[in-house]
């Protein structure tokens, strides 16, 4: 079974300095991942998605994130906090068909002015 | 291009009463989702349709929830009788088709609460 845990449930960070909001997954065969943000009272809007190409995937707002999986992770960073990053961020694992899709717990990014 | 549709945003019911919600998929979209999101968990698939027949409903209460794609377009989403723990958000989301490993759009969702 596909699953992602999000092992920070809050990260809080002052404006300009790095963010780190880490997903592992588990999936007994090559996953493709996603990172999604939801900003209060919006739908969900993909951030990212790593689909076996490059390792290294960068994505809207100045957001990357790496699959390692050697570490079975998919840490998502962006090198500086702005105030408009403020939201609720998810890690997502597809299922076996593709086209299923597993939500994590999410992780709320605090940004202090 | 339109994005996803949904209707109502928000909705108070007391329990025992029925709420139907309505999705509008973007144009063209064969797969259609409904997830259902408490607050401060992950959203969990209720259901996800392929043009108008059901993939996956394996974690829809089917007691009381049930949902509809009659013509592969858009969707309704019903809940009756209403429970407590039915207080969330109810996102629907679109994708191309069934093999497709890309991303979802999403609606804005309708929040339910119940009291």
């Known amino acids: 079974a596909q699953s992602v845990t999000q092992l920070d449930s809050h990260v809080s960070v002052s404006e300009g300095t790095p963010v780190l909001l880490r997903c592992n997954y588990s999936s007994s065969y090559s996953p493709s991942l996603f990172w999604y943000v939801q900003h209060p009272n919006k739908g969900l809007q993909l951030l990212l998605k790593y689909t076996s190409a490059a390792t290294l995937v960068k994505g809207i707002n100045g957001f990357e994130a790496e699959f390692k999986k050697s570490e079975t992770s998919f840490h998502l960073t962006k090198p500086s906090a702005h105030m408009s990053d403020a939201a609720e961020y998810f890690c997502?694992?597809?299922?076996?068909?593709?086209?299923?899709?597993?939500f994590g717990t999410g992780t709320s990014l605090t940004v202090i002015p | 291009e339109a994005g996803v549709a949904q209707s109502p945003r928000y909705k108070i019911i007391e329990k025992r009463q029925s709420v139907a919600f309505w999705c509008n998929p973007i144009s063209g979209h064969a797969t259609l989702y409904w997830y259902q999101q408490i607050l401060g968990q992950g959203p969990k698939l209720l259901i996800q349709f392929q043009n108008n027949g059901v993939v996956d409903d394996s974690q829809l209460p089917k007691d009381r929830f049930s949902a509809e794609r009659l013509k592969g377009v858009d969707s309704t989403l019903k809940i009756q009788p209403a429970k407590l723990e039915d207080s969330a958000v109810y996102l629907c989301?679109?994708?191309?088709?069934?093999?497709?490993?890309?991303?979802?759009?999403f609606g804005e969702g309708s929040r339910l609460t119940v009291l």
């Open positions: 997502v694992v597809s299922g076996t068909t593709g086209n299923q899709f597993y």
């Open positions: 989301a679109s994708s191309p088709g069934l093999v497709y490993t890309g991303e979802l759009f």
